[in-house]
Nanobody, 126 residues
Framework: EVQLVESGGGSVQAGESLRLSCAASGFTFDDYVIGWFRQAPGKEREALAC????????YYADSLKGRFTISSDNAKNTVYLEMSSLKPEDTAVYYCAFVEIRGSNYLRTEYEYDYWGQGTQVTVSS
C-alpha cells in the first residue's frame, strides 16, 4: 500500500521560508500525481499544487501567487513544497496526497486522491 510521510513543518516568522517534503513508498505505478493541500482550523481543505511523475508537469492554485514551488526528486520518490514569503494566513496543517493516473495532470481536488499523509503543522507568526 502507498505510504506518504510529510516532514519539514514548524513555526516561523512572517516573511520566512519553509520546505516541506513528502516521501512516498509502497507503490509500483509509473504514472502518478502527488499533490499538496492544507487545512486551517475551521476551513475546508485547500488544494495548493501538484506534480506529475511521468512528464514533470506542475499545477498551482491561483491564490498562491507564485510564493510556493513544487518540485520532485523521482529517484527518491519525494516531492517538495518550497514556501516563501510566508504569512500568518498560511498557518495550517499541510498534507500530501497520491493518486495513480491514466491521463493528463491537472490540479485535482481532494476527492480525486487515494492516499494521504498524516500532515505536518506549519505555523506562521506575525
Amino acid at each position: 500500500e502507498v505510504q506518504l510521510v510529510e516532514s519539514g513543518g514548524g513555526s516561523v516568522q512572517a516573511g520566512e521560508s519553509l520546505r516541506l517534503s513528502c516521501a512516498a513508498s509502497g507503490f509500483t505505478f509509473d504514472d502518478y500525481v502527488i499533490g499538496w493541500f492544507r487545512q486551517a482550523p475551521g476551513k475546508e481543505r485547500e488544494a495548493l499544487a501538484c506534480a506529475g511523475s511521468r512528464d514533470g508537469s506542475t499545477y498551482y492554485a491561483d491564490s498562491l501567487k507564485g510564493r510556493f514551488t513544487i518540485s520532485s526528486d523521482n529517484a527518491k520518490n519525494t516531492v517538495y513544497l518550497e514556501m516563501s514569503s510566508l504569512k500568518p494566513e498560511d498557518t495550517a496543517v499541510y498534507y500530501c496526497a497520491f493518486v495513480e493516473i491514466r491521463g493528463s495532470n491537472y490540479l485535482r481536488t481532494e476527492y480525486e486522491y487515494d492516499y494521504w499523509g498524516q500532515g505536518t503543522q506549519v505555523t506562521v507568526s506575525s
